[in-house]
């Protein structure tokens, strides 16, 4: 931590903050400053308490340097995580490809699009049992019934199934029948829903928060990993912002932030990102330009009929064709190096 004090700060009033950082058994280096004297807090293992600094005469602020994350850094796993589940990876040497409609709303519907994903080599199909909607009157999701459908789908397919939790309960019922745990973005900072997910048997995806900050979000999977599951997928999905031209705003930046920062293997969902059929193929390809792990897409067999988020659904020509260009641009930049 370092402590600021205010430019006409006398020297007894820095020599009792250095006195009273001592007394907390840790190290006080002031440094004279052309206008003004900090003194940099050395020795803790854990967050120093800035409250006790906080109000002293002559003290302007108190700025924290180490960050609270931990198991999440780079600095503590400095080799990159690979989510395994079954063969497929995410965070190995392919752009992992999650596909599916948003909700499972039919046996007929889930089949006619995951044989398309099938056919397009993705490993992994999503569709959500429980829906997390705005609206209570709107579809909520088939429930056990929809979990069914998608084991059937792992059946006939062999694709792996990624699938929502929106609470405890779900998380049980997601490991009898699903892959992979999605935790939905309304439900990042749900933390009795982190816990439960980090003792599940299964990797979690973690999607970021509406609003979320880069360590909100990392610290959120801190709460999985703190359980004992480092099986952690993260994935963008856009944040909520001023901007009217699309649902949420998609933040690309943040991939080159976390590759600095963190092991984790994180994922783009460029159709909540941007809530528009026609903006998904643009942005698929620049996330994997970005260096991203993988892409979460949502492809209907008929979007004009989709029970949830058909304005942002592919049609299935359109899925095929959008997983073709994002997979060149991203293997061209494997062969050079240039992702990671
Ligand atoms: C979803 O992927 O089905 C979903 C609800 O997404 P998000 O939590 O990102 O809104
Ligand atoms: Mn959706």
Same mark, same amino acid.
């Given at each position: 931590?370092?402590?600021?004090?205010?430019?006409?700060?006398?020297?007894?009033?820095?020599?009792?903050?250095?006195?009273?950082?001592?007394?907390?058994?840790?190290?006080?280096?002031?440094?004279?400053?052309?206008?003004?004297?900090?003194?940099?807090?050395?020795?803790?293992?854990?967050?120093?308490?800035?409250?006790?600094?906080?109000?002293?005469?002559?003290?302007?602020?108190?700025?924290?340097?180490?960050?609270?994350?931990?198991?999440?850094?780079?600095?503590?796993?400095?080799?990159?995580? !690979?989510?395994?589940?079954?063969?497929?990876?995410?965070?190995?040497?392919?752009?992992?490809?999650?596909?599916?409609?948003?909700?499972?709303?039919? $046996? @007929?519907?889930?089949?006619?699009?995951?044989?398309?994903?099938?056919?397009?080599?993705?490993?992994?199909?999503?569709?959500?049992?429980?829906?997390?909607?705005?609206?209570?009157?709107?579809?909520?999701?088939?429930?056990?019934?929809?979990?069914?459908?998608?084991?059937?789908?792992?059946?006939?397919?062999?694709?792996?199934?990624?699938?929502?939790?929106?609470?405890?309960?779900?998380?049980?019922?997601?490991?009898?029948?699903?892959?992979?745990?999605?935790?939905?973005?309304?439900?990042?900072?749900?933390?009795?829903?982190?816990?439960?997910?980090?003792?599940?048997?299964?990797?979690?995806?973690?999607?970021?928060?509406?609003?979320?900050?880069?360590?909100?979000?990392?610290?959120?999977?801190?709460?999985?990993?703190?359980?004992?599951?480092?099986?952690?997928?993260?994935?963008?999905?856009?944040?909520?912002?001023?901007?009217?031209?699309?649902?949420?705003?998609?933040?690309?930046?943040?991939?080159?932030?976390?590759?600095?920062?963190?092991?984790?293997?994180?994922?783009?969902?460029?159709? $909540?990102?941007?809530?528009?059929?026609?903006?998904?193929?643009?942005?698929?390809? @620049?996330?994997?330009?970005?260096?991203?792990?993988?892409?979460?897409?949502? !492809?209907?067999?008929?979007?004009?009929?989709?029970?949830?988020?058909? @304005?942002?659904?592919?049609?299935?020509?359109?899925?095929?064709?959008?997983?073709?260009?994002?997979?060149?641009?991203?293997?061209?930049?494997?062969?050079?190096?240039?992702?990671?």
């Amino acid at each position: 931590m370092l402590i600021v004090m205010k430019t006409d700060a006398s020297e007894a009033e820095i020599a009792e903050v250095v006195r009273i950082v001592n007394e907390m058994n840790l190290q006080a280096e002031a440094l004279p400053g052309a206008q003004r004297t900090a003194i940099a807090v050395t020795g803790n293992t854990s967050p120093v308490d800035a409250s006790r600094f906080e109000n002293l005469a002559g003290v302007a602020e108190t700025i924290r340097v180490t960050r609270p994350l931990k198991l999440t850094t780079l600095e503590m796993r400095p080799t990159k995580t !690979v989510v395994r589940v079954g063969d497929a990876t995410i965070g190995g040497d392919e752009l992992a490809i999650i596909a599916g409609p948003c909700a499972i709303e039919s $046996h @007929a519907q889930a089949f006619a699009i995951a044989e398309t994903v099938r056919r397009s080599g993705a490993r992994f199909f999503r569709g959500g049992a429980f829906k997390p909607r705005t609206s209570p009157y709107a579809f909520q999701g088939l429930g056990e019934q929809g979990l069914k459908i998608l084991a059937e789908v792992r059946g006939a397919y062999g694709l792996k199934i990624v699938t929502e939790a929106i609470d405890e309960q779900a998380v049980d019922l997601v490991e009898k029948y699903g892959d992979v745990i999605q935790i939905g973005a309304r439900n990042m900072q749900n933390f009795s829903l982190l816990k439960r997910a980090g003792r599940a048997s299964l990797p979690v995806l973690l999607k970021r928060g509406m609003a979320a900050t880069l360590d909100e979000w990392l610290l959120a999977a801190e709460y999985i990993m703190a359980e004992g599951n480092a099986q952690i997928i993260l994935c963008e999905r856009g944040i909520r912002t001023f901007a009217q031209h699309t649902r949420n705003t998609l933040d690309l930046a943040v991939i080159p932030a976390l590759r600095r920062l963190s092991h984790l293997p994180v994922i783009v969902d460029p159709s $909540h990102g941007t809530g528009k059929n026609y903006m998904v193929a643009p942005l698929a390809r @620049a996330a994997a330009a970005t260096g991203a792990d993988g892409l979460m897409i949502e !492809v209907h067999d008929q979007p004009e009929r989709a029970l949830s988020d058909g @304005a942002q659904a592919l049609t299935l020509q359109q899925y095929e064709q959008t997983i073709a260009e994002a997979r060149d641009i991203y293997e061209v930049l494997t062969a050079t190096a240039q992702v990671g």
